[in-house]
């Protein structure tokens, strides 16, 4: 299907009646059955001697490609993923899942790992693929999904670039952005929300303790062994293994709301009221953002849920919306002189 194709107009999302709630809109979507995508898997060796994997969804390459950032601890297999994946097979789109150092089955190779402010890296993996599409001489558009952990480092990198970033790509969606960080780990450390915290902490805790393995004295496995909130993880990992003083540090230098007014390309930020990861408190207002970004708060939906009826339910209307906005900007690309890109550099992402 060609972009001029596409139905552009998605109706405001409604939750069906039967599911009602942040956490059952968040938690039911993800024990939905999951469909298979023949993925091509493609691993990129870096310079500082570790690596990152990409998931490809193959099609030919005039075909509008569609790069995805998962979430914490996520990947190609994750439901949100999957649901876009889908929608992109059917349109004849490409896509491309590009799973963060350590998310993608296999333990990456040094001791940093991923995190949520992490924009060099997004500004590497985003030149390369531009650099690829370049050389390969396609004009199709190029658009980027980023979901949860992943939108934050995504938008976080669209606002220090500004216009710049618009000489690699014509459309951004964040969905479920954790866009203040500290007020994120705030509330997932209290009452019902400490069930989401304590399955992030089963994978962060194993991958961590599992790196001891491989790098000794990293930190103390006894207190990373007992954290059991978010805010005490990242102060004995997330924080020192990727250059920040602490906790506090680490959360007001990586959250991507600040650079939200800074924006140039086209972005829409689709975060739900009931968003159990977010208060929305904390959401952004319209004048603490750039013309180019489009703010979506439905009432509900929950966490990268969004879950459409009839029963057991669909994960469609989040798919429609974003390649519906894609569909409008469409055009960018078509406008966009070819050797825009002759004067990128590609280089490798901080160790």
């Known amino acids: 299907m060609k ?9 405001p999302y409604t939750a069906p009646a039967w599911l009602r709630g942040g956490h059952a809109q968040t938690i039911y979507p993800y ?10 898997r493609e691993r990129w060796e870096l310079e500082d001697g570790d690596f990152i994997d990409i998931d490809w969804l193959d099609n030919p390459a005039d075909a509008p490609l569609v790069i995805l950032f998962h979430g914490l601890e996520g990947g190609s297999c994750s439901h949100y993923i999957l649901s876009i994946m889908i929608m992109l097979r059917d349109l004849g ?19 940093r790992a991923y995190h949520a402010g992490d924009s060099a890296e997004i500004d590497w993996i985003l030149r390369r ?22 939108g934050n480092a995504f938008l976080k990198w669209l606002g220090e670039q ?28 209290s009452g019902f929300n400490l069930l989401y915290t304590r399955h992030f902490l089963d994978t962060l805790k194993r991958k961590a303790l599992e790196k001891l393995d491989r790098h000794p004295h990293l930190f103390d496995a006894a207190a990373v062994a007992a954290c059991s909130t978010l805010y005490q ?10 250059g920040f003083r602490d906790t506090e540090d680490y959360w007001s230098r990586s ?47 929950g966490h990268a849920g969004f879950l459409n009826s009839p029963f057991p339910g ?11 906005f894609f569909g409008e900007q469409g055009s960018c690309a078509a406008s966009r002189p070819v050797n825009e890109l002759s004067d990128l550099r590609i280089s490798n992402p901080i160790s």
Not at 93 to 111: D, T
Not at 233 to 242: E, I
Not at 314 to 324: A, C, F, H, K, N
């Open 3 to 11: 972009i001029s194709s596409l139905p552009l107009r998605v109706k």
């Open 31 to 40: 024990l939905l059955s999951r469909p298979a995508i023949a993925y091509r």
């Open 93 to 111: 789109w490409r896509g491309a899942v590009v799973h963060f150092r350590g998310c993608s089955g296999s333990p990456n190779r040094l001791p």
């Open 129 to 150: 693929i531009g650099g690829q599409n370049k050389l390969a001489g396609s004009t199709a558009p190029l658009f980027v999904v980023g979901v949860s952990l992943g």
């Open 162 to 189: 500004g216009k710049k970033a618009c000489q690699l790509i014509d459309g951004a969606v964040a969905v479920s952005v954790p866009l203040d960080l500290a007020a994120a780990g705030r509330v997932l450390a």
């Open 233 to 242: 993880f990242d102060n004995l990992v997330t924080a020192p293994l990727h």
């Open 255 to 301: 959250s991507s709301k600040p650079w939200l007014k800074h924006i140039q390309v086209p972005t829409l930020v689709i975060n739900a009221c009931n968003d159990p990861f977010m208060p929305p408190s904390a959401l952004p207002k319209p004048d603490e953002v750039s013309p180019a970004v489009t703010l979506e708060f439905p009432e509900e939906g």
């Open 314 to 324: 669909r994960l469609t209307w989040l798919p429609e919306r974003i390649v519906g």
